[in-house]
């Protein structure tokens, strides 16, 4: 079992559809985090849970919604997206560290596409 | 503000050569963490070290080692004796140690080891 799990792993969905991505982790760890990878792009930190609070939100249109029921659950809910939207969703976790951030540990990414 | 450049997009070398990444970084803390994760092809990052702002010792890890160098603000990987399953998109990484959790992702190089 891979510490960090993410569902579906491909997605195609329409602009006027909902749909959501699923994150669990198995680590123990209290952080969680949602990162977008485009094409010729830096990693996008979009969302932060750290204890299940948001902690971070780097001006993510509302489309995204993410939702952290519980410190092992990471979900980002997905509304009349755009075809820009098109990217490869990555998710992580870490535990902070008493001399400072713990390292991240993603899961295989969730590939998704706006038609 | 935080910025982590590497100039090198690809590079592509024959198995059993040695390669540098770079990784130049720019931040105005005192205070920070490096990181270095492999992408292979089946898209989760991975874990390959943390270095903190206080620890200039350079690390070496079996085939791979670390050069961390405070006054030209750079974080460089060698890969000795490549082997064509480090074929990956490498990313060096910077956090400063009062930033809360958001890491800063350079755009990456991608390494092609030929048989």
């Known amino acids: 079992e891979t510490g960090v799990t993410q569902t579906p792993r491909h997605l195609v969905m329409g602009m006027t559809n909902k749909k959501s991505l699923k994150c669990e982790q198995h680590l123990g760890h209290n952080a969680m985090y949602w990162y977008k990878q485009s094409a010729k792009k830096p990693l996008e930190l979009m969302f932060v849970?750290?204890?299940?609070?948001?902690?971070e939100n780097n001006s993510v249109p509302s489309r995204f919604s993410p939702e952290c029921p519980n410190s092992s659950h990471l979900f980002l809910h997905l509304h009349t997206l755009q075809p820009e939207d098109s990217a490869l969703y990555l998710c992580?976790?870490?535990?902070?560290?008493?001399?400072?951030?713990?390292?991240?540990?993603f899961g295989e990414g969730s590939r998704l596409t706006v038609l | 503000a935080q910025k982590v450049t590497q100039a090198q997009t690809e590079i592509s070398v024959v198995e059993k050569e040695d390669v540098t990444l770079d990784c130049v970084y720019e931040t105005r803390d005192t205070t920070y963490y490096l990181f270095w994760y492999k992408q292979p092809p089946s898209g989760e990052l991975v874990f390959l070290i943390r270095r903190n702002s206080f620890d200039e010792q350079n690390e070496i890890s079996g085939r791979y080692s670390w050069n961390f160098q405070k006054s030209t603000s750079s974080f460089n990987f060698t890969i000795t004796a490549s082997q064509v399953v480090d074929s990956a998109v490498y990313f060096c990484a910077l956090i400063p140690n009062n930033y809360g959790q958001n890491f800063v992702f350079g755009p990456g190089t991608r390494l092609s080891v030929l048989p």
């Open positions: 849970y750290s204890l299940e609070e948001r902690v």
């Open positions: 992580a976790s870490s535990q902070g560290l008493a001399g400072g951030p713990g390292e991240l540990f």
